[in-house]
């Protein structure tokens, strides 16, 4: 079967470290090329994985079949949103965007070109966390769960990799609280109704009402004490207790994703983290943040 041309967008620390590696070493992917706001950087990134640079994005969405963002949302849903309308399948990062107004141009372009596309919440594509996510929603009987996130991203010299100003402004909520959603929506349903206090700096708690007539809680931050931080998911009810075990690397990971979209785009199958799903996480986010 002929390879899927994929490019990306993006050459930050998840670019470098997790999409490029995985793209270029994926049998069924051609590694198209890489576009970057920082063309020195993009240059760099490409020629370590023998792709092409593009100094014009529009240039590497018409040398691709689908294209891969690691940019911040509120970068990547314009320029998504140009992808599909260039007939580009679209393997997005979470969150879509942090307003409900992009999420939904970005849906609506992606639905009128027809294109396919997956949603990057890594522990839904993580071997052992999916694997859990599966066998819990085909369990009933959940009466509540709980999500807590607790990321310590930021070091004292400023050094972390991860320490981006998005992040910085945006917290918690809208970093981590699509990897709680991701998670707690496939097993307990959708959210009817979400409520939300903040706590210090960027913590915040959510309690969270799904359709299924389950309730849960959510805290996210990403400024938690080195020693408190950590991740815990878990669900209670007629079962009895299940804990959600630690995923593996991000690069496994991300190939599952891009597995996924590669049967998305050949079978015409949505995935059930397309844009569609990563549309109604920022309504929720939102929703939350107001």
Known sequence: MKRLRIGLVGTGPWASSTHAPALAAHPEVE???????????????AAAHAATAYAEVDDLFAAS???????????????????????????????????????????????TAGVASVVFFTL????????????????????????????????????????????????????????????LMPVLGDVTDVTAAAGQADLVHLILRHSGG????????????????????????????????SGGGAVDAFRSAVDALLDAARSGRSHACDVRFGLRVTEILARAEE
């Open 214 to 245: 389950a309730s849960s809680t959510a805290t996210l931050s990403l400024t938690a004490p080195a020693k408190a931080a950590g991740v815990t998911v878990e669900l209670r009810g007629e079962a009895g207790t299940a804990l959600m075990p």
């Open 124 to 183: 839904r594509f993580d071997g052992a966390t999916a694997a859990w996510v599966t066998e819990q929603a085909a369990t009933d009987g959940w009466f509540t769960g709980r999500a807590d996130w607790y990321g310590s991203f930021y070091a004292a010299d400023g050094t972390s990799p991860f320490s981006s100003p998005w992040r910085a402004r945006r917290g918690g909520l809208w970093d981590v609280g699509p990897h709680a959603l991701s998670i």
């Open 31 to 45: 590694f198209s090329g890489v576009w970057g706001r920082r063309p020195e950087a993009a240059t760099a990134l």
């Open 65 to 111: 079949d689908a294209v891969a963002f690691a940019v911040p949302p509120d970068v990547q849903a314009p320029l998504a949103t140009r992808a599909a309308a260039a007939g580009c399948h679209l393997l997005l990062d979470k969150p879509v965007a942090t307003t409900v107004t992009a999420a939904r141009d970005l849906t609506a372009a992606a639905e």
